[in-house]
Structures are given as structure tokens and as C-alpha cells.
């Protein structure tokens, strides 16, 4: 009888500990797209080789000041396809997808954004003074 109660009690927690991992690192929180040129894109880490970027999003006029502030989105890529494309495309104008998670994990990445497709690519053309 006890024993039937340890192992009942046991897969309990192992589901509902199962259910914690799950959404903290693999439950997709949100999602959409952010539009900007892209700053860097690198490929490193120590133990888990990763796809980190940044996309420097169009400034904000601040009501107060006036002055525009730029906004930075760093992200990750875990889609060797992505990142090709994204490695090829360094100072363009990106439009990317992405899934936001509550947490990080090594293997995907430093950013819990993580990018999943490119929607569109255009060149930036210099501004002539």
C-alpha cells in the first residue's frame, strides 16, 4: 500500500516538475516581428557555439527632450539557415520573426528572443550630406 502512494506521489512531482522546465524554457511566452539594421552578428560561446545579434531599431522622438533614442534588440538564432542568411546580410535593413521565451538556455543562445525567420531584406542606402 505505501509503495503504491511513493510511486503515485513520485510521478506526481515528476509531472508537475516537467511542467515547471517546460515553461520556464520551452514555452514560447510571444512572438512578432522587429524591423531595424542590422549592428553585428557572431557566432561564438565556449561549450555551446551560438548565433548572437543586434538590431538597431529606427530612433523614438522622447516627448520631453526631443531628442531620438535608439533602440537596440539583441536576439539569438539557433536555424543555420537564418543565421546564413543574416551572416550575408550585415548593415541591412531586416525585417526578423521571433519567439520570445521566459528563459534562456546554453544551446540556444544568450538572448531569450530568439529569431526564427527573416521576412525581409533591403539594402541601406548611404545618405548623401
Known amino acids: 500500500m505505501y509503495r ?3 510511486i503515485i ?3 506526481v512531482l515528476i509531472l508537475i516538475l516537467t511542467g515547471v522546465v517546460y515553461y520556464r524554457y520551452y514555452f514560447v511566452f ?9 549592428n553585428y552578428f557572431v557566432h561564438k560561446g565556449v561549450v555551446f557555439k551560438t548565433y548572437e545579434g543586434r538590431l538597431i531599431q529606427a ?8 531628442a531620438i533614442q535608439s533602440n537596440e534588440f539583441m536576439f539569438s538564432v539557433t536555424d543555420q539557415k537564418v543565421a546564413d542568411i543574416l ?5 541591412a535593413y531586416l525585417e526578423l520573426h521571433y519567439k520570445e521565451y ?3 538556455l546554453p544551446w540556444r543562445g544568450v538572448s531569450v528572443f530568439v529569431v526564427d525567420s ?3 531584406v533591403r539594402p541601406v542606402t548611404p545618405v548623401q550630406p
Not at 510571444?30 to 542590422?38: L, Q
Not at 530612433?59 to 526631443?66: A, L, S, V
Open 4 to 6: 503504491k502512494i511513493k
Open 9 to 11: 506521489i513520485a510521478l
Open 30 to 38: 510571444g512572438d512578432g516581428t522587429k524591423a531595424g539594421t542590422m
Open 59 to 66: 530612433g523614438i522622438r522622447t516627448p520631453t527632450q526631443g
Open 87 to 91: 551572416n550575408k546580410n550585415a548593415g
Open 102 to 104: 521566459f528563459h534562456a
Open 118 to 120: 527573416v521576412m525581409q
